[in-house]
């Protein structure tokens, strides 16, 4: 009686047959080098259905196969998602829409415009810069402060039909000449 022959493997590429989590090692826009949990280093196309960029570190899901390797998914990643649209782009939401960032929120463009039936705005600290600026408030403008101060570099004009100022303590006019009537 003869042994039996060994069972040749079927196929040498599915010794490198792979799906699961792998390490980047060498970042890339289209190809990064992977670590697979085996220790075996891959080089992976990036396949995503979306325009990320893996980073250093990042944990990508992997598949791979006759010694090609994809890069199908981000498990726990830190790279950077950038889109870019050659035309008009219209984001609408039936519900609310939020946009937060933990470090930041920017918007750029040579015209920003925000139409809302009501606008608030919550900050600790606001700066505002402008070379001009232009308020329109068609019924009552109320400021309420702690304090308040303001510096103009040149000539100041205030115009209304009645002004009145109240003052609990001291009021002071400080000028060189004061005109009156």
């Not at 870019?84 to 463009?109: I, K, M, Q, Y």
């Amino acid at each position: 009686m003869t042994a039996p022959a060994p069972t040749p493997i079927r196929d040498a590429a599915r010794v490198e047959d792979y799906l699961g989590p792998a390490r980047v090692t060498l970042p890339g826009e289209r190809e990064v080098m992977v670590t697979l949990p085996s220790g075996q280093e891959a080089l992976a196309t990036v396949a995503l259905a979306y325009p990320y960029r893996p980073a250093l570190g990042d944990t990508l899901l992997v598949i791979g196969q006759g010694g090609r390797h994809y890069v199908i998914g981000v498990i726990e990643g830190s790279g950077a998602l950038a889109m870019a649209f050659a035309g008009d782009v219209n984001l609408h939401a039936s519900g609310r829409l939020t946009l937060s960032a933990d470090e930041g929120v920017t918007l750029r463009g040579p015209e920003v415009e925000v139409r809302a039936r009501s606008l608030s705005v919550l900050a600790e600290r606001s700066v505002q810069k402008f070379t001009s600026l232009l308020q329109r408030v068609r019924e009552l403008f109320t400021v309420q402060a702690g304090e308040a101060e303001t510096v103009v570099a040149g000539g100041a004009l205030h115009r209304a039909k009645r002004t009145t100022i109240l003052s609990q303590e001291t009021v002071t006019v400080d000028g060189e000449t004061i005109l009156i009537g």
